[in-house]
């Protein structure tokens, strides 16, 4: 069972951390001290992924990147 969690948990943070890497990499594209804040805070990451950035699967990627490390971390508490 522990074996089942932690495959799962790396899963769920694999997906998270590879949305939020696309977001990043989306906040450098747009401009460069965007980027940088969205890196140092994420507070302001999460302001740029819901307000400024325009994709069309925004909501998708948002659901997987947020929820998949808050997923992970319920998970990788056992």
Known sequence: MIVIKLILGTIA?????GCTIFILVEA???EIWKG?????CW?????????????DWKWPILLVSFGGNAIAAG????
Request: without cysteine; negative net charge; glycine residues 4%.
């Open 13 to 17: 943070a694999l997906a998270g951390i």
């Open 28 to 30: 450098f594209k747009d």
């Open 43 to 55: 507070l302001y990451l999460l302001y740029f992924a819901v307000f400024e950035w325009e994709h």
């Open 75 to 78: 998970i990788w508490r056992l």
């Open 36 to 40: 940088i804040v969205s890196f140092l």
